[in-house]
């Protein structure tokens, strides 16, 4: 009987093994539990592509309150901007912040050029560089009309 009672008694190293391996299976288990939690959040929450349009449209403005050869400064957000009207029909929408210093641009209307008052940079109405120490052109914003007011699209 005695020699029965041996056989029947686990191996020493049989008892770890088996802790490491449900350890092993918990901690799987674990993760595929986080990992399934995190896909039903993200299935609940909202998408982010759900923005309203109206977020990345502005209205500037009637036509009419912007005569041929004026621009308008648009202060929206951390990003101001200028919509200049070249023509009774064309419509430009650049950024107001120069592409050196992050200085505010200003409208020459003389010349139709917007100048950097920081450092003597001037930039076309395309947004190029004429001359000065911007490394950039100005950032370009589709500009549309509808019904006589002006829209920006950001």
Aim: aromatic share 8%.
């Amino acid at each position: 009987m005695n020699e029965a009672s041996d056989s029947d008694a686990p191996e020493p190293a049989a008892l770890p093994r088996r802790r490491f391996l449900n350890w092993l299976v918990r901690g799987f288990l674990a993760l595929w539990g986080v990992g399934f939690a995190w896909m039903i959040g993200a299935f609940v929450r909202a998408p982010r592509a759900a923005r309203s349009l109206a977020e990345r449209v502005i209205k500037v403005g009637t036509l009419e309150s912007l005569p041929v050869g004026q621009a308008r400064l648009v202060h929206h957000g951390k990003e101001p901007l200028w919509v200049v009207r070249v023509g009774e029909d064309t419509l430009v929408g650049l950024s107001a912040v120069c592409t050196h210093m992050r200085c505010i641009v200003t409208w020459d209307g003389d010349q139709q050029i917007l100048n950097c008052p920081c450092h003597d940079g001037s930039f076309d109405l395309n947004g190029n560089v004429l001359h000065g120490l911007p490394p950039r052109p100005l950032k370009r914003f589709k500009v549309e009309t509808q019904l006589g007011q002006i829209y920006v699209h950001l």
